[in-house]
Every structure is written in structure tokens, then in C-alpha cells.
């Protein structure tokens, strides 16, 4: 079940929500009815701080725990400042001109062939920028370790996040962590870059997640 956020793809007309902690938040109200059979979530970049938040807040309410929690691609909410960003030379986006914007963005990012024209560019900026906003503003709204398991992915060669920066999740669990790293499947002309495993190798992924679910589910 993909979340879709205010502000993005389908719900474009809403307003986008600016925190972390605020999108948790909805995530938490929305979901509730659906938290009546085992579950588990995964959140893949900016989602794994998004997920870890909504965790939280499920903690908070006594509500019920994932049979597991895959946070992927994104150090761990412990570090995040703009200073532990792997990205040293502009740590924050949101703060920059369209002009210093875009190259600091495709020097993260790789360059994405849908984003290279202007009334592209000027459509979506405002929500990047937000969006990054909420990630460089975000302050976890409690640290104390999480009482599920919790896999950790991470994508061979994504400049993104430090191995030990994935391995840094292990502080956020009470019971058992593990790792499991991607690589990057680029067929013929498909665009593609290590901080995308999810989506150009997810094949791999889906393989992985039956593997290591099924023994949990069928408990």
C-alpha cells in the first residue's frame, strides 16, 4: 500500500505538508483502520525518516508494532543535521536558487531526463524545495529504540548515506538489525542511478523481501 503525499502525483491540488514529523503524523491518522492485521513498512529515502516517525507515533498511541520495519537508503534519524549530509559541498537545497539548485541536485542525483526542461524545472522546484526542506529541517521527535526488527538497505555506490551511516539504524531497535545492500540495474538506455536501487533493480528487492518475510509471516 504506497503512500501518496499532499502535494504529490494524485493529490497535487492539496497543499504539501512541510515537516517530517507532520506527514508521520497523517500517515498515523490514515492508516489506523488498516493496522488490524500484521504488517510490516518500508521507507526508501526521504520515506525511511517518514516511516521511522510514524513508528514513533504508533509507540506513543500503544498502537501495534510491524512484524518488521525496512528503513532504506537514508542515515539514521540520529544523524540528522545537515552536517552529517554526505553531501559537504551544499548539505542544504532548499535554501538555493533555481540556478544553484539544479546543478547541486544532479550532482546528488544523477541527471534525470524528464527534469530537463524549464517549464518542467519551474513546475516541480517549489515541491522539491519543500520537500527537502522537510528533510533538512528535521529533528527526530524521540530517539529511543524501536521494539521491532528493522532492516537496513542500502544501494552499492549511492553517495548519499556512508555504510556506516546504515549501519548507525542498529541504535534504533530493540530487537534484532540487519543489513542488506543493492546494486544498480540499468538495462539499455534506462536511466538510472545507485540511489534508485528500489525502482531500477526491483526485481532484486521484491526477490529479498519474499525470502525474508515469508518465514516472519507465516509465524
Known amino acids: 500500500m504506497p503512500i501518496e503525499l499532499p502535494g504529490h502525483g494524485n493529490r497535487q491540488a492539496e ?5 517530517i514529523t507532520g506527514i508521520a503524523l497523517a500517515a498515523a491518522e490514515a492508516l489506523e483502520p488498516w493496522l488490524d492485521k500484521p504488517f510490516v513498512v518500508l521507507g526508501h ?19 501495534p508494532m510491524p512484524v518488521k520495519a525496512y528503513f532504506s537508503a537514508n542515515r539514521a534519524p540520529q544523524l540528522h543535521a545537515p552536517e552529517h549530509d554526505a553531501d559537504v559541498v551544499t548539505p ?18 544523477g541527471v534525470n531526463p524528464e527534469l530537463q526542461k524549464d517549464w518542467v524545472r519551474d513546475y516541480v522546484i517549489e515541491l522539491l524545495k519543500t ?9 527526530p521527535s524521540c530517539t529511543a529504540p524501536l521494539p521491532c526488527p528493522i532492516t537496513c538497505f542500502g544501494g552499492n555506490g549511492d553517495g548519499r548515506y556512508s555504510p556506516g551511516q546504515i549501519a548507525a ?16 540495474n540499468k538495462g539499455d538506455g534506462q536511466w538510472a542511478t545507485p540511489h534508485r536501487f528500489v525502482f531500477d533493480n526491483k526485481e532484486a528487492v521484491l526477490s529479498f523481501l ?10
Request: hydrophobic fraction near 45%; aromatic fraction near 16%.
Open 45 to 63: 529515502s526521504m520515506g525511511a525518516w517518514v516511516a521511522y516517525e510514524w513508528l514513533q507515533e504508533l509507540v506513543r498511541r500503544g498502537g
Open 92 to 109: 542544504e537545497l532548499h535554501v538555493l536558487a533555481p540556478d544553484m539548485f539544479w546543478p547541486a541536485f544532479e550532482r546528488r542525483y
Open 210 to 219: 519474499e525470502q525474508d518475510l515469508l518465514p516472519l509471516l507465516l509465524v
Open 169 to 184: 539504524w542498529s541504535q534504533c531497535t530493540t530487537e534484532a538489525f540487519t543489513e542488506q545492500w543493492f546494486d544498480t
Open 15 to 19: 497543499a504539501p505538508i512541510t515537516t
Open 131 to 139: 520537500d527537502f526542506g522537510a528533510l533538512e529541517r528535521y529533528e
